[in-house]
């Protein structure tokens, strides 16, 4: 009995895990795109009006998948409890439970329902549902007063974590913050389905994809046989006979460090062709934050290095076809002025 009794004393002096912090996780991986309660910024807002419109499973499941293609990513790696977690912590904020929809597929038509997609949803989501409209997928897409981007219909991260009961529904009662009309009075509940059926069709284009050697690395790295002085000349030539206009040089540390303590072998050569510049901006003005472009020129242990962001796989972030075309052939133009500078 003495035994029993000291087991249960220590049993019960042991910590019992904590449930996961909803909060706490929330802020580490979420608020940066999505803002303190969902306030939005780079992410959607995550307003009371959106989330009485999306399930908890809806919420998990985009938690879980993410969006491939745009800027939020997949958290697979996190446990059942934790996404569990942030899905409570999220819903704490409408202070309502969320909405619970069919798992079953609703029997509509799609091809009755491309021409109904065509006529009443094109304007906004696009003729392939990547939300980008005509051109920008910010400006030409939708009205200035609209909030978000309208949704990506095409990405395989909304096709897995929407349900059809969850589209029909939204479809039905439109969302004000997205500038999304209602179509209840505009559309049968037998259009709807097949609408909901020809979204189910959608899928993302084949991006073109930049040279397979430096696919999926974020940079491009070469080392120079010359010194750091005649490379950063050479990349300037090469930059100059590629038509574009330098900038003045930065040391990469500048501003990070003071004046003194500045590593003066790193250079950033910051270069564009204002003619592109202006077409890439036009496609999506979002590429602001990553420009003018930059060829880094770095002395390290004894070597050279020249490097640039790999701009064909930065393209991909921003889920737009015809950005995506562009930085493929961005990466030829950098790439050859590289290795024109390291020859």
């Known amino acids: 009995m003495k035994q029993y009794l000291i087991l249960l004393l220590l049993a019960l002096s042991l910590p019992l895990h904590a449930a996961p912090d909803g909060k706490a996780l929330y802020e580490e991986n979420c608020s940066v795109c999505h803002h303190f309660r969902g306030k939005g910024g780079i992410g959607l807002p995550l307003t009371p009006e959106i989330l009485s419109q999306v399930s908890d499973d809806y919420l998990a499941r985009t938690i879980r998948v993410g969006r491939p293609g745009r800027i939020m990513p997949s958290f697979n790696t996190m446990s059942d409890a934790q996404v569990e977690a942030i899905v409570r912590y999220i819903r704490s904020w409408s202070g309502k439970p969320g909405p619970v929809f069919e798992k079953t597929r609703i029997k509509g038509d799609a091809s009755k329902g ?28 939708r009205e200035r007063s609209f909030m978000v981007m309208p949704a990506a219909l095409n990405n395989p991260g909304f096709q897995q974590s929407a349900s059809d009961a969850m589209i029909r529904d939204i479809i039905r009662s439109g969302r004000k913050v997205g500038g999304m009309p209602s179509f209840k009075s505009k559309l049968t509940d037998e259009e709807i389905a097949h609408v909901v059926a020809y979204v189910r069709t959608l899928q993302p284009p084949k991006q073109k994809q930049g040279m397979e050697e430096w696919r999926g690395k974020p940079a491009y790295i070469m080392e120079s046989p010359y010194d750091f002085d005649t490379t950063v000349e050479n990349v300037k030539q090469a930059l100059t006979g590629a038509n574009f206009r330098i900038f003045p040089p930065r040391y990469l540390e500048q501003g990070l460090t003071d004046e003194f303590s500045v590593n003066t072998r790193q250079i950033s050569i910051r270069f564009c062709n204002f003619k592109e510049l202006y ?22 242990d004894g070597k050279v290095l020249v490097i640039s962001a790999n701009v064909a796989q930065l393209a991909t972030l921003f889920n737009n076809q015809e950005l995506s075309e562009v930085g493929v052939l961005m990466e030829e133009i950098i790439f050859s002025v590289m290795e024109e500078a390291t020859l």
């Open 279 to 300: 077409h890439l901006l036009n496609i999506d003005p979002r590429l602001g934050t990553v420009l003018p472009c930059r060829i880094n020129v770095i002395e390290r």
């Open 114 to 141: 491309k021409p109904l997609y065509e006529k009443n949803c094109v304007r906004c989501h696009g003729q392939d549902g990547s939300g980008e409209g005509p051109g920008t997928g910010v400006t030409l897409s």
